[in-house]
């Protein structure tokens, strides 16, 4: 079964930021097989635009890509947002895109963000 990784984790990886990582999460890294939304893609491309990520998101994408075989899913778009819609305990697009995409296939998430881990009961740090 697939791991979603939050936008934190995927920059922390790239980084090499283990030490930002619980043993756990890092155990399930090695062990299965890595997702990410592509609003998880789109993200790294904001944060790129505004200073916040030094690198445009297809350098760090691709970097997993080969690093962990990290791949984004390719739910249809339409059923992804059905479910972003009902993830009301959020304005963030971002958030709700991410974790409707994990929660359609009921997939754990990894995430730092604490709305997430108290509003998916399928999200852990």
Same mark, same amino acid.
């Given at each position: ?82 479910? /972003? /819609? ?15 995409? /994990? ?23």
């Amino acid at each position: 079964m697939p791991l979603y990784l939050d936008t934190h984790f995927v920059i922390f990886l790239y980084m090499g930021a283990k030490q930002r990582m619980s043993a756990r999460a890092l155990e399930l890294i090695e062990s299965e097989e890595i997702r990410i939304s592509p609003m998880v893609f789109l993200e790294l491309q904001y944060l790129y635009d505004i200073g916040r990520l030094k690198q445009p998101p297809e350098k760090v994408v691709g970097y997993l890509e080969a690093r962990i075989d990290l791949r984004q899913c390719n739910i249809p778009f339409p059923r992804v947002v059905q479910f /972003a /819609a009902k993830e009301s305990w959020t304005r963030d697009p971002f958030d709700r895109i991410i974790v409707a995409q /994990a929660r359609l296939g009921e997939h754990r998430l990894l995430s730092r963000d604490e709305s997430i881990l108290q509003n998916y009961n399928r999200a852990l740090a």
